[in-house]
């Protein structure tokens, strides 16, 4: 980088913009940010080489020296108003996140930017960089850091009565309940961020976010027609919008389309003009599930998890359901195949599912336990024997009934004789 400053005025902008390649670009850049002069149009025009730099930084992929830029600008942030410092703070943490593999920056970035603008005492930044670094170790999986550090920033947000943040944090504290399996305080925190959005405008987005979320959580509840009609309404403004997670949404309306045994009505999503438009692996992998279902066939289930295992087992949601729905499968195509027999071999079971016998054995065990059919294995023959359906006879719960009630008589009777006698 040379020592020597150019003057902040267009022509330095426009001569770092006319540069032969990023590397040259960006040392006149920085060359502009030298200029020690703190004249409004001054200040401006370093506003703009900031933005530029920032934008250059993350194309090359320098993330160290975006954290770095952070740090050199921080006597600037003194001469320009604090919300301008948010928004060009914010700028560079976003160019940040869109440089692959930086997770672990990120938050040590954030970190630091909390620690300044406690010092600095910027309050309405720190709790938007608060908010970033809690999501971002949710991302990284440290949900009770995140936790602990959402639980002093929401009552400090609620305090301050700044809605939109607020929305913020608590869809975030959602999404830690939902990952750490505590439903109740995820639908808590998710009612609360509702509450908080009737209250003011929120973004299309944010509202995609939050409909998304809720869908989530009625899937969750084995409510699947409403968290239909959920992630529909976030495919909708994802769509509009044309945010990636329009994709994510279609694929859990199609998912929750496969659960209520509507797996049909996939093709037809698919093919629709909408769905068109995302037509790819993702909505790939939810077609061969639903055909997979409409035939009742574990073979091609199990091929459908084994080829797209990314966008099915990776994916916590999708996997999550779908594994209740392999088991309902198997269940039923089990009790069909021996529904014929008094006494049959695992092994020819196991031939007629096209599954391993050890799995087949397993799951047989599992199902006579829950009650399923009533029999039991004989392992020794290697022979599962099913039992006729006991018949319950109706004249022991009648004679119990009949006791009862002649009991019923002889306290009244006991009673009235009593009072009589007094």
Not at 185 to 213: E, F, H, M, S, W
Not at 392 to 405: M, R
Request: proline share 4%; hydrophobic share 45%; glycine share 2%.
């Amino acid at each position: 980088m040379s020592t020597s400053y150019l003057p902040a005025t267009t022509d330095s902008i426009a001569e770092a913009l006319e540069a032969k390649n990023p590397s040259e670009s960006i040392s006149i850049l920085y060359r502009i940010l030298e200029n020690p002069s703190s004249s409004p149009e001054a200040l401006r025009i370093k506003e703009q080489a900031i933005t530029n730099l920032s934008d250059l930084l993350r194309q090359e992929n320098r993330a160290e020296d975006l954290r770095n830029l952070l740090t050199q600008l921080r006597p600037f942030f003194n001469l320009i108003p604090k919300a301008k410092t948010a928004k060009i703070v914010r700028g560079i943490i976003d160019a940040v996140a869109k440089i692959p593999d930086t997770s672990d920056l990120q938050i040590s970035l954030c970190k630091e930017m909390v620690q300044w603008t406690r010092a600095e005492k910027r309050t309405f930044l720190r709790q938007r960089v608060e908010a970033r670094l809690a999501a971002l170790l949710m991302e990284n999986k440290e949900y009770s850091e995140a936790l602990n550090l959402l639980a002093g920033l929401i009552k400090e947000v609620r305090r301050l009565d700044d809605k939109l943040l607020l929305v913020d944090i608590d869809l975030l504290e959602s999404k830690l309940h939902f990952s750490l399996r505590n439903l109740p305080k995820a639908k808590a925190a998710l009612t609360a961020a509702r509450t908080a959005a009737n209250a003011i405008y929120v973004p299309p987005a944010q509202q995609g976010t939050i409909d998304l979320q809720s869908g989530i959580l009625h899937a969750e509840e084995k409510d699947y027609k409403t968290a239909y009609s959920y992630f529909f309404e976030a495919f909708e403004a994802f769509n509009a919008l044309e945010d990636p997670r329009a994709v994510f949404s279609l694929k859990y309306m199609l998912l929750c389309k496969i659960m209520v045994s509507q797996a049909d009505d996939v093709a037809g999503i698919i093919s629709s003009k909408a769905g068109l438009q995302y037509v790819g692996v993702e909505l790939d992998a939810m077609k061969a599930v639903a055909d997979a279902h409409s035939k009742r066939s574990l073979k091609l289930f199990e091929t459908a998890l084994r080829d797209y295992k990314a966008q099915l087992e990776e994916d916590p949601i999708v996997h999550r359901h779908l594994s209740s729905l392999y088991d309902t499968l198997l269940e039923q195509n089990l009790c069909r195949l021996i529904e014929p027999f008094s006494r049959v071999e695992i092994a020819h079971i196991a031939e007629l599912i096209e599954l391993p016998v050890d799995h087949v054995e397993k799951k047989l065990s599992q199902m006579i336990l829950d009650k399923k059919f009533a029999g039991t294995l004989d392992q020794g023959a290697g022979c599962l024997i099913i039992f006729d359906d006991p018949k319950t006879d109706a004249i022991y719960p009648a004679t119990l009934e009949t006791i009862s009630n002649i009991g019923k008589v002889v306290d009244s009777l006991y009673v009235r004789s009593a009072k009589i006698m007094a």
